[in-house]
T-cell receptor
Framework: KAGVTQTPRYLIKTRGQQVTLSCSPISGHRSVSWYQQTPGQGLQFLFEYFSETQRNKGNFPGRFSGRQFSNSRSEMNVSTLELGDSALYLC????????????FGPGTRLTVL | LAKTTQPISMDSYEGQEVNITCSHNNIATNDYITWYQQFPSQGPRFIIQ???TKVTNEVASLFIPADRKSSTLSLPRVSLSDTAVYYC????????????FGAGTTVTVRA
């Protein structure tokens, strides 16, 4: 089985712009979760989607949003980018949910200038 | 404040056992405790998961006391390739439910 893939792997944006990141889960997995990883804050949970519905949400502002399609692929969008949004964004898929074994992708490295 | 805490770093030598404890006072009643390993430039990788008492697999053991307010990951006979950052992940209940990773424990194994 192919693993979790994320595109793009690297991205450079400027403040005020918006960005969309994509995640393709392992075939058959219905749960996709997104995490932000920074040296200062570590791994922080953004949200989880299961069968196209947002099931859990972390403590991030409304500028961070996501969606999941019928094929379980997921996108995450960040609007009005700030310097502090520079981070590694990780996507993970699971066949049951974020509280089960998750399989992580390699991440998208976002740099905001 | 609901929080997951673990030591920042631990040093060990090849062949020793490494034990990492994670504290999670506000763990949600029905949630599992999961541990992940992360190498530089990679996403985290699942190690082990448990709900209570003891769980063992081919790479690690997980010890969970009856009150479930902490958990201990045990890595037997570590090797140089076990040098990595180890994270615990639990669901916490305070005013609402939140998934929470610990800050990560950097384990350095020396020859």
């Amino acid at each position: 089985k192919a693993g979790v893939t994320q595109t793009p792997r690297y991205l450079i944006k400027t403040r005020g712009q918006q960005v969309t990141l994509s995640c393709s889960p392992i075939s058959g997995h219905r749960s996709v979760s997104w995490y932000q990883q920074t040296p200062g804050q570590g791994l922080q949970f953004l949200f989880e989607y299961f069968s196209e519905t947002q099931r859990n949400k972390g403590n991030f502002p409304g500028r961070f949003s996501g969606r999941q399609f019928s094929n379980s692929r997921s996108e995450m969008n960040v609007s009005t980018l700030e310097l502090g949004d520079s981070a590694l964004y990780l996507c993970a898929s699971s066949d049951g949910g974020a509280y089960n074994e998750q399989f992580f992708g390699p991440g998208t490295r976002l740099t905001v200038l | 404040l609901a929080k997951t805490t673990q030591p920042i770093s631990m040093d060990s030598y090849e062949g020793q056992e490494v034990n990492i404890t994670c504290s999670h006072n506000n763990i949600a009643t029905n949630d599992y405790i999961t541990w992940y390993q992360q190498f530089p430039s990679q996403g985290p990788r699942f190690i082990i998961q448990g709900y209570k008492t003891k769980v063992t697999n081919e790479v690690a053991s997980l010890f969970i006391p009856a009150d479930r307010k902490s958990s201990t990951l045990s890595l037997p006979r570590v090797s140089l390739s076990d040098t990595a950052v180890y994270y615990c992940l639990v669901g916490l209940w305070s005013n609402d439910y939140k998934l929470s990773f610990g800050a990560g424990t950097t384990v350095t194994v020396r020859a």
